[in-house]
């Protein structure tokens, strides 16, 4: 890049010189101006995005890590960052990784004979993708809304995220019992399941919904209850696949967790 | 950008003519190489370094998130970018989020008036920065060599991490108890403690480091025994900031654990 704009610059100082019987006292394009206009701005403008992307970076990590409070929407300045992100190819790079990760640690498992090792998996945002909805929403910029999510959610058309579809078919194939762990409502069970289905994800050995009475509850919490009785029918969790903090934390953890990324929004 | 260039080439096209008459029969630097030469692989340049951006910053999401198996040293493809992390804004950007996001947290905490309430601080790469070693090695690239990290630690001169003094001044004001607890070893107390004084550090509630038994053990089993030993006495760990997971995870868990950025090692 800098031979092109020092080759560019020299040749602007030729041009200048057999342009200059035209240019030279003219007061509409100075000379100088031409030449130093377009750079200035350009290198303030590069400027200011590159600190916008470093800003907006350090803010996804923090995110990853769990290091921020919780949140409710993202940072205005980042929309188009988180945009960016979420429609390139960083997120799905993010979500191969994590599922590549899983698999490797899947198969160098060995599995007891009993049927007891479990893999769970949550439900939005690890296997079915609700970007559909959120590119309507800003992604994560508005504030979160039940009932349009629900309508949404009542649709049915939530895709597949594909490296989750092929860890899915990865532990299975492997011997896995399968849960999937999801915060959405027990109301939503036969759509859930239907949509889970028509996208590749054919069969499960539970699928956990939340009932009238979990709902006051905190994600972790609800999450935390459903691991523990898990152990105490006698499973082992293996692993755990999911994109929110909230999946993963609490009592009765997996043996290794795994963080899908997911900077539109933050439960707790 | 595309402005830039798009004058750039004009400019090119224009000063061709008058220059043809020098090179335009040359075959050592034929005119349309001169063109489109540094163009064509410049925009090749750029997708492969953008590529490869992309890819080790998801490495480092992987890093961050906790999803990688333990790792013996960084990608080597990925070793500028880690350079460049390390030495740029970018490293000290996320550091100073996290110890916002602490500070903010701890401010937030009512104390109890017992004297009990504790933030733990690990030392290396939390407190103190082996920076300047680790720039003498690859910044991760090179496998870990505990002979000549061990006479970096006897020189004394690991700098602040500065974000994080601003932490543990905040916190110490606050009135937490401080307590740091290291996987150096014991026959490195006095230096550390040295090291500690001289960059800022002037307190401490415990300095907590590996006794000879601890040796073999993992770090998260180490760290996991010291905050199960302060529970034990009656504390309440409020807060704990560390650059790995090893200083955060386990038993006794704080209230809220703080991840610090490290691309450069991993500690099980």
């Known amino acids: 890049?800098?031979?092109l704009l020092v080759m560019c610059f020299f040749l602007m100082l030729f041009s200048s010189c057999t342009l200059a019987n035209d240019n030279y006292n003219s007061h509409i394009f100075p000379r100088p101006l031409v030449i130093e206009y377009p750079e200035g701005n350009e290198f303030q403008l590069r400027e200011s995005l590159e600190e916008l992307r470093l800003q907006c970076t350090s803010w996804r990590f923090a995110v990853e890590a769990n290091n921020l409070s919780p949140w409710k929407t993202i940072?205005?300045?980042?929309?188009?960052?988180?945009?960016d992100y979420m429609t390139g190819r960083a997120y799905s790079y993010d979500l191969q990784r994590v599922?590549?990760?899983a698999g490797a640690f899947a198969k160098s498992v060995e599995l007891a004979e009993d049927g007891k090792d479990v893999w769970i998996f949550d439900v939005d945002e690890t296997l079915l993708s609700n970007?559909?909805?959120?590119?309507?929403?800003?992604?994560?910029?508005?504030?979160?809304?039940?009932?349009?999510?629900d309508k949404w959610v009542e649709e049915g058309l939530a895709p597949a995220i594909h490296s989750s579809l092929e860890l899915y078919r990865?532990?299975?194939?492997l011997g896995f019992k399968v849960f999937f762990l999801t915060g959405r409502s027990e109301r939503h069970g036969n759509i859930t399941a239907d949509n889970l289905i028509k996208v590749g994800f054919q069969h499960w050995d539970k699928l956990i919904l939340r009932s009238p009475e979990d709902?006051?509850?905190?994600?972790?919490?609800?999450?935390s209850e459903k691991r523990d009785e898990?152990?105490?029918?006698?499973?082992?969790?293996?692993?755990?696949?999911?994109?929110?903090?909230?999946?993963?934390?609490?009592?009765?953890?997996?043996n290794r967790s795994f963080k899908l990324p997911n900077p539109m929004y933050y439960i707790p």
Chains 1, 2 share one sequence.
């Open 1 to 3: 890049m800098t031979s």
């Open 75 to 83: 940072p205005p300045e980042c929309a188009a960052y988180v945009e």
């Open 99 to 101: 599922s590549r990760a």
């Open 131 to 149: 970007l559909p909805y959120y590119a309507q929403h800003g992604y994560g910029l508005e504030i979160f809304n039940h009932t349009k999510f």
């Open 170 to 173: 990865d532990v299975t194939s």
């Open 215 to 223: 709902h006051p509850k905190q994600a972790t919490m609800y999450k």
């Open 230 to 254: 898990m152990i105490k029918e006698g499973y082992r969790i293996v692993g755990n696949s999911g994109d929110q903090w909230s999946d993963l934390l609490g009592s009765s953890p997996a």
